[in-house]
């Protein structure tokens, strides 16, 4: 019979040796010993069920209810080897052996944890399994847990596999990282912190969305950089899209930066405009829409001066300027980063049509060099044209006030008619060009062109050849009022008008003359019709 005390013992052995609670023992008797076999049967803490066997071959249980065996355990045993004594007593024959059905045996923490940036403000976190030793089991599960640095309010999350993704983080916030491994054993200690930042969020949406008139139909657009604060991130690039204005077709061009030239845009068209910031974290909302209506492909623009010349200095070009339409009186060119202003002094300097004169004028960093080279190539003017020009320097700012006059009525006058299609005149406020004029200029001479409705080439003869007030020719800037029929060709880009172009000088008569005396000659144009 074995006895209970050893039976006990060899128990209390058996579970210092590793085994966890024992619920159900069973005993056997062999050929020369007796055996002794614990198999665990359920997880309740301290029940240590021992059944005792008193026969041969036979088996009993003790405390039925325990002996059944938790779905998530799986059953273990120790068994431990016997010899019967002279008193037929039952002693142990050695120390307790473990069977090939084992209890389990905790994991070895996981090494720290690797971070890299996921999307957003997101962190992507890695690692690796732990290894499997002597004393230790693989894992079957992590966990993991994340503090903002160096608070310790951590935040678990269960049964996770690498990689996992942290969402819902602060963006530009240092978070600590810990990893642990587990199996039904039980869970490995926390790995080493790991500490990493998350990205800044999405920019802003850019601001002060500008537009400004760019060559031919085409639009220039500018912005300035979004803020940042403590939810929005720096702009890294900005993309823009535009669209025939309300139809909502978007053609978007990615990567660009401000300022921004739009092109192969329809003349006389309004587009809707709008800009986004991006950066790597995402891209901003799309600003608010700016929409503004593209000059007519014929022309004229207002030449954009101080952009074109900041563009050419960055290249390291040299900024020469044809200013006589508007003079050093009403465009200071080299105010506006021109480095040599060239006039046609037979035109307004001169401003009575009986000198031929030209003069370059130069900045101070082109002075020396525009010298050099008028010595080397012999030019010169004569005394008497000197004199001339300087004769009309002498009246040249009140000329030019009757010319911008007398050349605004006439083309407020024209404009009405139902015989002409447009003006082409930087002055009125109808014309694409007007709020360059308006910011760099401080006047208008008396040159415009006018583009006629579709008719007949003996039609424009009539209109022409009958004026009384108007001379015909090339030249202008002088006290007579001129007007030529124009064939404009351009190289740049398309000049689209459907009609005639006329090209008028505003000279010093009564405008009321001059309006009576086109009054006419549209007369002779409904006749030739």
Known sequence: MVDRRILERHAHHAMHDGIRPIERRTVRQLDDRHEILLVRRGNEAGRNVLERECGEGEQSDVDDEHTTLAADEPPHAVSIPLRTSGEGAVEPAEEPTRDAVDQPRETIRPGAASLAQGSGSNLAVTWTAPAVDSTHDAATGFNLRSSPSGANTWTVVSGVTSPYTLSGLTPAAAYDIQVESSNAAGASSWSAISTFTTASAAPNVPASLALA??????????????????????????????????????????????????????????????????????????????????????????????????????????????????TPLLFPALAHGVDLSIQAATKYIGGHADVMLGYVCANEKHAARLHQTHGDMGLFASGDDCFLGLRGLRTLAVRLKQHQQTGLTLARWLNARPEVARILHPALPDNPGHALWKRDFSGACGLFGVILKPVSEA???????????????????????????????????????????????????????????????????????
């Open 459 to 529: 039609a424009v003869a009539a209109f022409i050849d009958g004026l009384q007030h108007f001379g015909i020719g090339y030249s202008w800037g002088g006290f007579e009022s001129l007007i030529l029929p124009s064939h404009i060709q351009r190289t740049a880009q398309a000049f689209d008008a459907k009609g005639p172009v006329i090209r008028i000088h505003a000279g010093l008569e009564d405008p009321d003359d001059l309006i009576a005396d086109l009054e006419q000659g549209f007369a002779r144009m409904k006749d030739k019709k």
């Open 213 to 326: 008139q760019g060559l031919g139909s085409d639009l220039t657009v500018t912005w300035a950089a979004p803020a940042t604060d403590s939810t929005h991130g720096s702009a890294a690039t900005y993309n823009l899209r535009s669209s025939p204005s309300g139809s909502g077709t978007w053609t978007v061009v990615s990567n660009v930066t401000s300022p921004y030239d739009l092109s192969g845009l329809a003349a006389s068209a309004a587009i809707d405009i709008e800009v986004q910031s991006a950066n790597s974290t995402g891209s901003s909302a799309w600003s608010a829409i700016s929409t503004m209506t593209t000059r007519s492909a014929a022309g004229p623009y207002t030449p954009n001066v101080p952009a074109i010349a900041g563009v050419a200095h960055e290249k390291g070009a040299v900024v020469l300027m044809d200013n006589t339409w508007a």
